[in-house]
């Protein structure tokens, strides 16, 4: 039987692969931090669908296991950082507010406070093994669906206070480049990433990772878009007006 679903975690893996190589085009290119701080989390995407993937070549194990705890570290340690990303593309789209440093601020205290909240599951969460489909992974739960045997131990997962905070921020801030920039792609990669971790026939076909690259696609994209106007802009302001004909220019 074709393992469709590890099939499906392979082509996310590649898609997160290719917003990988664009992020890092767009830094070498423009030097814009913003593209350099999303190339951490955007590798760990990549690792996490690719762990995913493998489970079921590798199998359970200390292999697998170990393959599976940097994703939850990076996870709860910068998972939430395309909130500083939301306040650096309104700089980017040349919102005036968003150039206060009192704003920028506020975009890195909401991003801290999530980090401080994940910040005890380093040392209390354990991961466990689940089944699902062909996939064969491990998780930080284990509902009835996904348990491997049937006396394994249910496990609840805790409410995913940053990554809905995150969804959040970034569907808002997309909201306002979509009304005053008349660019959608933010707006639209942040309402499919919550609809895909929240409506049950999309999450259960494990399709929130398709949400992932939705999410990042847009935060990317928004990214190159709007570092192009800057350097438009910037050029714009480097080039000498002309100079009106005096008439001692013309009279020589």
Sequence with gaps: MFPTYSAMFLFFAIAQTALFVWLWR?????????????LFPQFFLIWDNLRVASGIVLGFGDLLYWLTWPVFWVHWLAGCWLIIACGAILRLADFEFAKSKWVMGGFCLITTALIAHDLPYFWTKEIYPVC??????????????????????????EFPLAPIVTCFVVIGTGALLWLRRGFPW?????????MSASIPVLFTNR????GEVMIKGGAVWAIWHFTRAKVARAREDQTPATAAPTQESLAS
């Design 186 to 194: 933010l707006a639209v990669g942040g309402t499919l990433m919550l």
């Design 207 to 210: 399709l929130d990772n398709l």
């Design 26 to 38: 767009i830094y070498r290119e423009t030097r814009e931090p913003v593209a350099a701080m999303l």
């Design 132 to 157: 699902e489909f062909d996939l064969i992974r491990y998780s930080g739960g284990v509902s009835e669906a996904n348990r491997c045997f049937t006396d394994q131990t249910l496990v609840g997962s």
